[in-house]
C-alpha cells in the first residue's frame, strides 16, 4: 500500500498522475480511429505540424495556442483530402503535410529573429509540471471527446469502417471528418501540453494496437483501449517514480510491454 | 604636341595622386570587421571598439545559443570578418563549422573561454556532465572573467588595426576599470545575504562560474543534459532540499519557459522569478542599460531581490565613481 | 425519359485525369433489372460510382426521381476484413437512415436486421466476425447491408466474382426476388454466362454504351467483339447460352516447356 501512497505526498506527482491518467485514456480512445483507418503516424505528425502553426499566430499576433490548434485542424483536414481524392496512402501524405508545416515554422525562425522564445518549450510540456489549469484543459477536451465519440458512435464507425458507402448510406461523411479533425487537433493540443512530443505517437497507436489482439468487437475495442491507455499511464508514473527514469519513455515502456505480453499470449 | 600631351597626363596623374592620399587618412580608419556570437560579447567588443569597429553579433537575442543553427545568410558576414570573437567552450559549435568552410582565409578566431580558464578550472555538472566531456561554458556571467575577455579582445583588435591601438588600449582600460567596479559591488551586495540565502536552483544551468566568484551555491538545474526531462524521483529531490534548505526563490527562464520549474517552485513554496538572463541586453537597442554590463546590475538586482538581500546597497555601491 | 428512375444525359466522366467515358446516355426505370457487362477496365465501376455521387462528372447530368434512395454492394476487394466487426453489425450500419438519434442500436433495429438475415440464411453467423465467413457468406452480409435500409435502387458491383457456382445462382435468384417486390437493380459483372441465364436486361459497356436489349439479342458474337476487343464464341442449345473467349476458349497444350494452341485439323486437311 505504501507503494502506491508514497509518491502522491507529491502535489506535482498527483497532478502528473491525473493528467496522465485523462490523456492516457483520451489518446486511447481516439487511437481506435486513428488506428483503424491506418493513420498511426498521425499524432507524431499533428505535433510537429502545429508547430509551424506556433510561429505563424505569433508573427501576427493570434494567440499561440489557437493559432496551433487552427493550424493541426487545417492540417488534419488536408491530409484526409489528399487521401481520398488521389493515389496517394495515408502515410505518405501524412509524412509531406506534416514535416512541411514543421518547415515553414523553421524557415520563419531563421528567417525573422524575432523570437525570444525557444518554441517548442512552450508547446511541449511536462506531464511533471502540470499546473491546475492545464488539468482543467485536459479534462474538458477529455469530456468533450468522450461526448462526441459516444454521440457520433455510428456515423464514426460507419465512416471509419467503409466512407463510400456511408455516404451513400447518408452518413454526413464531410461533416463527420470535420468534427472529428477538430477535437483530434484539441486532443493532440491539448496531450502535448501534458507530455511533450515522444509520448504522443505511443499513446495513440500502442493502446488501440492492444486492444485490437484481444477483441474482434468494436465497442469493445473502444472501451479497452481507453481502460489500457490509462492503465498503461499511470503505471508509467509509478514506474518512472520507482526507477526514476523519465516519465515520458516509461509510460511508452509500460505501453509497449504490455502489448508484447498480449502478443506473445494471443499466439 | 606631344609633349604638351605628357604634361596634361602628368598634371592629371599628380592630381590624382594628391587626392587618393587625401583620401587616404579615411582609408586609414575604415573598420576592421569583426564577427561575435552572443549579444555579451558583441558589446563588450562594441565597448573597445567603438565606432572603429564593423561588430555583428550572429545569434540574435534571446535565441537558444548551445542549438543556434547560422543561416546562409550568415555567411556574408563571416566571409567579411577579419576577426571572429567566440565564447568557444563548445558554446558555438555550428558557427565554428561554418567558419572553417566559409571564413576569409587568413582570418583569426578568438575563443575567448579557453584563453581565460585551464582546463582544471572548467566546471562540470548535470547540464554539463563530465562523462561527454563538454565543459560549462557560461564564463562570462563572471565578471572577472569577463574583464579578462576584454582584454583579449584588446589585444587581439590592437594586433590587427595597429594604427587604432592606442585608441582600443584607452577605451579598453575605461571599460575595464568599470568592469572591476561592478565587480566589487557584486561581491560586496552578496555578502549582504545570509548564509542559508546565497542559494540558486535556477532552469538553465548558466551560473556556476559567477556562483564560485561570488560566493553562492548551484543547488541544481532542472535543464539536464541534452535538453532531455528531469525525471519525478529528481522533482521530489528538488522540493525537498528547496524546503529543507529554506531557500527562497528559484529562478526560470524567459527563453526556456519551464512548467515543471514553476511547478517546483508552488509546491516547495518558493517565489518563481523568470527574469534572469545569460545572453540577452535589458531595454532596447540605444538604451543606457542595453549593455553587458545593464545585464549584469539587473541580473544581481534580481538575485538580491528574490533571494532577500539588500538591492539598494547595491545600486548605491554602483553610483560611486569608479576609481582605479 | 419523365418516368426514368435514373437518367444520365450526356455525362462524361475522367479518372485521375484520364477520360473514362464522354457524353453517355443512359435510363433506368421503375422496376428494371439490368447487367452491366464489360472489360475490367472499361468503366463499369466508374459509372457506379458516378450514379451513386462518389465521383463527380466532369461534363453533363445525372438525373434521379426525388426521394430515390440508393444501396451499394461494393466490390470485396475494397473491404477491410480485418476492420473489428461481426456479421451483424456490419447490416446494422446499413440501418443508419431509418435508425433513432441514439448512438446504440434499438430493439427495432435489431429486429429488421435479424428478420433479414434469418431470410438470406445467415441468422447462425450473425456473431461471427465479418473474416470467419465464406466467401458467399461474405456477399450475402453486404448485401444484407444495402438491403436493410430497403433502398428503391440497388447497385452491386462484381456480386458473383469469388464465389461458387452455387452461390452465384442463389446470389441472383435472390435479387430476382427483390426486383419482383419492386426494387431496380443495376449489377456489373464480367460474367457474361451467369448473367446470360438470369438478367433480363443487359447493357454492354466499353468506355461507353455499346448495345443494350435482352441477353438474346445483346449476346452476339458482333457486339461482344464490340464491346471485348476479342473473338466470342456463343452457343445456344435449347434455351441456354454459353459465351467463351474464342483464344482463351481453345485447348491450350505443353510443347516442349511453352504452354501452346494445339493446331487445328482443318477439313482440307491443312493443319493451321
Known amino acids: ?267 | 604636341m606631344r609633349k604638351k600631351l605628357v604634361a596634361r597626363w602628368c598634371v592629371f596623374l599628380l592630381t590624382m595622386l594628391v587626392l587618393t592620399l587625401a583620401g587616404l587618412p579615411q582609408v586609414a580608419l575604415a573598420s576592421l570587421h569583426v564577427a561575435t556570437t552572443v549579444a555579451p560579447l558583441t558589446d563588450m567588443v562594441q565597448q573597445v571598439g567603438g565606432e572603429l569597429l564593423h561588430v555583428h553579433g550572429l545569434i540574435p537575442e534571446g535565441v537558444n545559443s548551445h542549438t543556434f543553427q547560422p543561416a546562409p545568410g550568415d555567411v556574408q558576414y563571416l566571409a567579411q570578418a577579419d576577426l571572429v570573437v567566440l565564447n568557444g567552450l563548445h558554446l558555438e559549435i555550428p558557427i565554428e563549422k561554418l567558419i572553417q568552410s566559409s571564413g576569409k582565409p587568413g582570418v583569426t578566431v578568438v575563443k575567448l573561454g579557453e584563453h581565460t580558464v585551464s582546463q582544471t578550472e572548467w566546471v562540470f555538472d548535470t547540464s554539463f556532465p563530465k562523462a561527454q566531456g563538454l565543459p560549462n561554458p557560461h564564463l562570462w556571467l563572471n565578471v572577472d572573467y569577463a574583464m579578462h575577455y576584454v582584454t583579449l579582445i584588446r589585444d587581439h583588435v590592437s594586433a590587427l588595426d595597429r594604427d587604432n591601438a592606442a585608441v582600443y588600449h584607452q577605451n579598453a582600460a575605461r571599460y575595464l576599470t568599470q568592469l572591476a567596479h561592478l565587480d566589487g559591488c557584486i561581491t560586496a551586495a552578496m555578502h549582504t545575504l545570509e548564509p542559508h540565502q546565497r542559494k540558486l536552483l535556477t532552469y538553465h544551468d548558466s551560473w556556476p562560474y559567477f556562483a564560485r566568484r561570488y560566493g553562492l551555491t548551484i543547488i541544481g538545474a532542472v535543464q539536464p543534459a541534452n535538453f532531455s526531462e528531469p525525471s519525478p524521483r529528481e522533482v521530489a529531490r528538488l522540493i525537498d532540499q528547496l524546503r529543507r534548505e529554506k531557500v527562497p526563490a528559484v529562478f526560470g527562464s524567459e527563453v526556456f519557459p519551464s512548467k515543471v520549474l514553476h511547478k517546483i517552485a508552488s509546491e516547495a513554496g518558493v517565489r518563481y522569478v523568470t527574469t534572469l538572463r545569460d545572453d540577452v541586453l535589458p531595454g532596447a537597442q540605444g538604451e543606457a542599460d542595453h549593455s553587458y554590463m545593464g545585464m549584469m546590475r539587473h541580473n544581481v538586482t534580481t538575485m538580491l531581490v528574490a533571494l532577500g538581500g539588500a538591492p539598494a546597497t547595491f545600486t548605491a555601491c554602483l553610483q560611486e565613481p569608479a576609481t582605479r | 425519359m419523365s418516368h426514368a428512375l435514373l437518367a444520365l444525359q450526356r455525362v462524361s466522366a475522367a479518372y485521375a485525369s484520364q477520360p473514362v467515358f464522354t457524353d453517355l446516355d443512359l435510363c433506368l426505370t421503375p422496376g428494371q433489372f439490368a447487367a452491366l457487362v464489360g472489360p475490367t477496365g472499361g468503366g463499369k465501376s466508374t459509372l457506379l460510382k458516378l450514379i451513386l455521387g462518389l465521383l463527380p462528372c466532369t461534363r453533363g447530368h445525372v438525373q434521379c426521381l426525388s426521394q430515390v434512395t440508393m444501396g451499394y454492394v461494393p466490390q470485396r476487394e475494397m473491404i477491410d476484413w480485418r476492420f473489428p466487426v461481426t456479421a451483424e453489425q456490419v447490416v446494422l450500419m446499413g440501418r443508419y437512415r431509418h435508425t433513432s438519434y441514439w448512438p446504440w442500436a434499438t430493439r427495432a433495429d435489431r429486429r429488421e436486421v435479424a428478420a433479414l438475415l434469418e431470410r438470406l440464411g445467415l441468422a447462425p453467423y450473425a456473431k461471427r466476425h465479418i473474416r470467419q465467413l465464406s466467401g458467399g457468406q461474405q456477399q450475402r452480409i453486404f448485401l444484407a447491408r444495402a438491403l436493410v435500409a430497403r433502398p428503391h435502387l440497388l447497385l452491386l458491383d462484381e456480386p458473383t466474382t469469388g464465389v461458387d457456382l452455387k452461390t452465384q445462382h442463389d446470389i441472383l435468384h435472390l435479387l430476382h426476388e427483390l426486383n419482383r417486390e419492386g426494387m431496380t437493380i443495376l449489377l456489373a459483372t464480367h460474367d457474361l454466362n451467369t448473367i446470360a441465364s438470369h438478367v433480363p436486361w443487359v447493357i454492354c459497356f466499353q468506355h461507353g454504351v455499346i448495345a443494350q436489349g435482352p441477353p438474346e439479342t445483346v449476346f452476339t458474337p458482333d457486339i461482344l467483339r464490340q464491346t471485348y476487343n476479342a473473338d466470342m464464341v456463343v452457343l445456344r442449345q435449347d434455351d441456354m447460352t454459353f459465351i467463351a473467349n474464342r483464344s482463351l476458349a481453345h485447348p491450350h497444350v505443353a510443347q516442349q516447356g511453352a504452354l501452346a494452341h494445339r493446331p487445328r485439323r482443318v477439313s482440307d486437311g491443312v493443319l493451321r
Not at chain 1, 129 to 157: F, M, R
Not at chain 1, 247 to 266: E, K, M
Request: glycine content about 10%; proline content about 1%.
Open chain 1, 1 to 267: 500500500m505504501a507503494f502506491f501512497v508514497e509518491p502522491l505526498q507529491y502535489q506535482f506527482f498527483v497532478h502528473g498522475l491525473i493528467a496522465a491518467l485523462l490523456v492516457g485514456c483520451l489518446c486511447g480512445l481516439l487511437g481506435v480511429y486513428i488506428v483503424l483507418r491506418q493513420m498511426s503516424y498521425i499524432g507524431h505528425g499533428l505535433s510537429h505540424a502545429v508547430f509551424g502553426g506556433a510561429v505563424v499566430s505569433h508573427l501576427l499576433g493570434v494567440n499561440v495556442y489557437v493559432g496551433a490548434g487552427l493550424w493541426g485542424f487545417g492540417a488534419a483536414v488536408l491530409i484526409h483530402r489528399l487521401t481520398t481524392r488521389r493515389d496517394l496512402h495515408a502515410d505518405a501524405v501524412i509524412g509531406i503535410v506534416t514535416t512541411a508545416s514543421f518547415a515553414v515554422g523553421v524557415a520563419l525562425m531563421s528567417r525573422v529573429h524575432r523570437f525570444t522564445q525557444d518554441f517548442e518549450a512552450v508547446l511541449f510540456g511536462n506531464v511533471l509540471g502540470v499546473s491546475q489549469h492545464d488539468l482543467l484543459l485536459i479534462a474538458v477536451v477529455t469530456g468533450l471527446t468522450g461526448l462526441v465519440v459516444t454521440a457520433l458512435y455510428k456515423q464514426l464507425l460507419f465512416s471509419t469502417f467503409d466512407e463510400s458507402v456511408a455516404q451513400v448510406a447518408g452518413v454526413p461523411t464531410r461533416l463527420v471528418y470535420l468534427l472529428f479533425a477538430c477535437i483530434l487537433a484539441l486532443a493532440i493540443l491539448a496531450s502535448m501540453q501534458v507530455l511533450g512530443v515522444t509520448l504522443i505517437a505511443a499513446t495513440i497507436v500502442i493502446p488501440a494496437a492492444t486492444a485490437r489482439l484481444l477483441t474482434h468487437s468494436f465497442s469493445t475495442m473502444l472501451v479497452l483501449s481507453t481502460v489500457l491507455g490509462g492503465v498503461t499511464a499511470l503505471g508509467g508514473m509509478y514506474l518512472s517514480y520507482y526507477v526514476d527514469i523519465a516519465s515520458g519513455a516509461s509510460i511508452v515502456l509500460c505501453a509497449a510491454l504490455l502489448f508484447v505480453g498480449v502478443l506473445s499470449i494471443r499466439r
